[in-house]
């Protein structure tokens, strides 16, 4: 294995892990936001903030996985 194949396939699996994971989160948190929406309609309002800050943050681990595989792939 040379050194453009390790790079190439750590890219990939950075991309692949950094991907999976966010968005597995990203379906826990929706799910479980809604699933508290609709035991508490009152507090709507306070669980979508909430819901969406996370999902927020969930989606920015994504994007920092794209940087870490470009910064591979190309250093």
Do not use: C, H, Q, W
Not at 41 to 68: C, H, K, N
């Amino acid at each position: 294995m040379n050194e453009s194949m390790i790079k190439m396939l750590m890219t990939g699996l950075t991309i692949a892990i950094g991907g999976a994971l966010p968005a597995l989160a990203i379906g826990m948190i929706t799910s479980k936001g809604l699933e508290a929406i609709g035991r508490n309609p009152e507090a709507a309002s306070d669980v979508r903030t909430s819901m969406i800050l996370g999902l927020a943050f969930a989606e920015a681990i994504a994007i920092y996985a794209l940087v870490a595989a470009l910064i591979i792939k190309f250093v």
